[in-house]
């Protein structure tokens, strides 16, 4: 019997997302933040085993919508933002329109649905094309559009205006990913979710510091949220994650002072990376940098040779590394083994 042949054709085709674990001294792959919060683990013995979690996520809800400015009923939670995506796609159909490149689970999981997308190319600049994003979408009528601001793999934010043209211009739902938004330096679209009933913003705990209790959520009209909520899993938020991200955003000063910190070592980073001749780093607003160079494979390996793995996103931009912003010793780690292994003698 060919186990295959029983597959849907759509995921048949597909490839697994890239999330192995491969052995090395400095980790600068998956945009993680160097600093965990551990203190926050002890939330994690007052948990009673033998019960589910709560289903709606009542507190931690309540204290995102509290520092959002929204209401909890404004927040729905996800098993990371992943999760959020996936319902997003289950709950409303495609088409699915996003720009390229970009973070890749827009359109594996609006593949495994059976959903059609819609690609749209970034310009030169990696910032949205505003004539083709408006054409494709007078075009596609896209139910929903996914925008990550600031952008994976590339770093920068889109122009607010034109982000703002295209919730303008949407029949459909328009769901800013601000996944990485807490190191960028303009402030975001929450300010914004009251005059556009059609706006989502989607965040995670993910970035900064909390990547293993996985928890993103979306904050939306009600009438979304309670759409969404229906295709949601239940108990989707397991108890351990709920308790422990509690006690971590009650120290917000905490958080607050690690993203400051790699925010500002990505600026140092980047620095240190434009004085290498072989490589062109792009400017970044999150907490990893894109960059260039003439060999993406070999200079892949040769940074794990000595002791760094970074991310070869190459089939996405040509010729591209990306690298999380590490603690600053990880960071001079990598500087010197990057400017080993791109120097002329590597
Ligand atoms: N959105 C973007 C833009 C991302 O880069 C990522 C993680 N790589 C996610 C969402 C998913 O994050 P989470 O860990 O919350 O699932």
Redesign the pocket.
Known sequence: MELKRLVKREVARLRAYQATEVPCRVKLD??ESPYGFRVALKAAAAVRTNRYPDPEAKKLRKILAGELGVMPQNILQ????????YNLVATYGGPVLYPVP??S?YGIISQILGEKKVIVPLDREFDLDEGKMLKAIRKSRPKIVFL?S????TGNCFSSDRILKIVEASQGIVVV?E??QPFASEKGFLPLLKDYRNLVI?R????IGL?AL???FLAADEEIIEEVNKVRLPFNVNALSQAVAVEALKDRKALRTAVVAIAAERDRLMQAMEGIGEITPFPSEANFILFRVSDPAKVHAGLLRRGVLVRNVADAVKGCLRVTVGTPQENRIFLHALRSCTGKSS
């Open positions: 998956a945009n996800g098993n990371g933002s992943d999760e959020i995506i970009t973070f689970m990550s600031p952008n994976n793999p990913d996944a990485y989607m995670t705990l993910s970035k990547a996985r928890f993103g």
